[in-house]
T-cell receptor, first 111, second 119 residues
Framework: DAKTTQPTSMDCAEGRAANLPCNHS???????VYWYRQIHSQGPQYIIH???NNETNEMASLIITEDRKSSTLILPHATLRDTAVYYC????????????FGPGTRLSVLP | GAVVSQHPSRVICKSGTSVKIECRSL??????MFWYRQFPKQSLMLMAT?????????EQGVEKDKFLINHASLTLSTLTVTSAHPEDSSFYIC???????????????FGQGTRLTVV
């Protein structure tokens, strides 16, 4: 699976959009971009994933650049409960394959 | 989304005893389950992968005789930490995926984790 690079930490004001970047310059054509988050002392929570088109669901939006070398997760109106570690994972869409977690980005939503 | 339930959420045990952690998929058939371990301020590290009815595949450095994994049904996998020692104290997390049906995609779903403290 391709390697990803994320900032170690970010702050965001409550109510504002949180934009979390991820670089994956070695991504290959059949690799998807997945985002998970982990709130303190809980298991990871699936957020969203995509291949090349932008995706949106009730939690977030995923913007993937045209060359697919980077992506941005957008939480449109961050709340204090969005404070968590966010993981960007690039992998082939294979049911039997595990997810490899990097250090992620620690997002702090500030009041 | 699909629900994975892990039990117990916290356990304290004495050194030398064994502890069993259960992971259940509540509304889908988990054809593959993964077990991770997470030490404080670190990311998740995969310990083993198990497919229903098959022996688990362990990652390098993980002792299969110490961390016993059973995936006897499509909705239940167990991790037993045998002869636990203080260095086994960690946050253990299971994850489940399915290749059956269209209601669950290729994303994996995670349990809420089990914090094991060995004293």
């Amino acid at each position: 699976d391709a390697k990803t690079t994320q900032p170690t930490s970010m702050d965001c004001a409550e109510g504002r959009a949180a934009n979390l970047p991820c670089n994956h310059s070695t991504i290959s054509g059949n690799e998807y971009v997945y985002w998970y988050r982990q709130i303190h002392s809980q298991g990871p929570q699936y957020i969203i994933h995509g291949l090349k088109n932008n995706e949106t669901n009730e939690m977030a939006s995923l913007i993937i650049t045209e060359d697919r070398k980077s992506s941005t997760l957008i939480l449109p109106h961050a709340t204090l409960r969005d404070t968590a570690v966010y993981y960007c994972i690039v992998r082939v869409d294979n049911y039997g394959q595990n997810f490899v977690f990097g250090p992620g980005t620690r997002l702090s939503v500030l009041p | 989304g699909a629900v994975v339930s892990q039990h117990p959420s916290r356990v304290i045990c004495k050194s030398g005893t064994s502890v069993k952690i259960e992971c259940r998929s509540l509304d889908f058939q988990a054809t593959t389950m993964f077990w991770y371990r997470q030490f404080p301020k670190q990311s998740l590290m995969l310990m083993a992968t198990s497919n229903e009815g098959s022996k688990a595949t362990y990652e390098q450095g993980v002792e299969k005789d110490k961390f016993l994994i059973n995936h006897a049904s499509l909705t239940l996998s167990t991790l037993t930490v045998t002869s636990a020692h203080p260095e086994d104290s960690s946050f253990y997390i299971c994850s489940a995926r399915t290749d059956r049906g269209l209601t669950v995609g290729t994303e994996a779903f995670f349990g809420q984790g089990t914090r094991l403290t060995v004293v």
